[in-house]
């Protein structure tokens, strides 16, 4: 690439200031792969995101105004969540959230309860003071996390 190409190259990447030091801003790569998910038949995330009729609003098509709605990203550890999983890629359904609230957010996440805590595997073992593998194991073998405790059911989904 010539030096005056790369120029031009550099100045359509850092209107936006998306692009420091030559650098892509990781907003900025999260927006971008939040835009081919939704809109890209060819892009790997398609089929749960535009196959599923996930949009992106009009006004987040533009990188700026994405990032004034949104801010800037917590740390490196918080990533793009929808509240409403079959909600679109709007103001209002849209956090930066940690990995493990992600998790809780997965349709194909399961909650637990003994009626005076609710929780995922992970909190439940948290909760009792165990390992998750160990919860696991109990509730994949006794079908409760504590031999002989009734309580503790699968919440049904809603």
């Excluded at 398609?46 to 987040?60: A, E, F, L, M, Q």
Aim: charged fraction near 30%; include cysteine.
């Amino acid at each position: 690439m010539d030096n005056e190409t790369r120029k031009k190259w550099m100045a359509s990447r850092t209107k936006h200031g998306a692009y420091i030091g030559g650098r892509e801003a990781p907003e900025h790569y999260i927006w971008r792969t939040m835009i081919a998910r939704c809109n890209r038949p060819t892009s790997s995330g398609y089929r749960n995101y535009g196959g599923r009729g996930i949009k992106v609003c009009d006004r987040w098509k533009d990188y700026s105004l994405f990032i004034k709605d949104v801010g800037p990203r917590p740390d490196k550890d918080h990533s793009l969540d929808r509240i409403d999983n079959d909600g679109n890629y709007e103001p209002g359904n849209v956090r930066w959230a940690s990995r493990s609230d992600q998790q809780k957010n997965k349709t194909t996440t399961k909650f637990y309860t003994d009626g005076s805590f609710t929780g995922t595997l992970v909190e439940c073992a948290r909760h009792l003071g165990i390992s998750k593998e160990l919860a696991h194991w109990r509730w994949s073998t006794w079908g409760t996390f504590v031999k002989g405790d009734t309580s503790w059911r699968l919440l049904p989904k809603d």
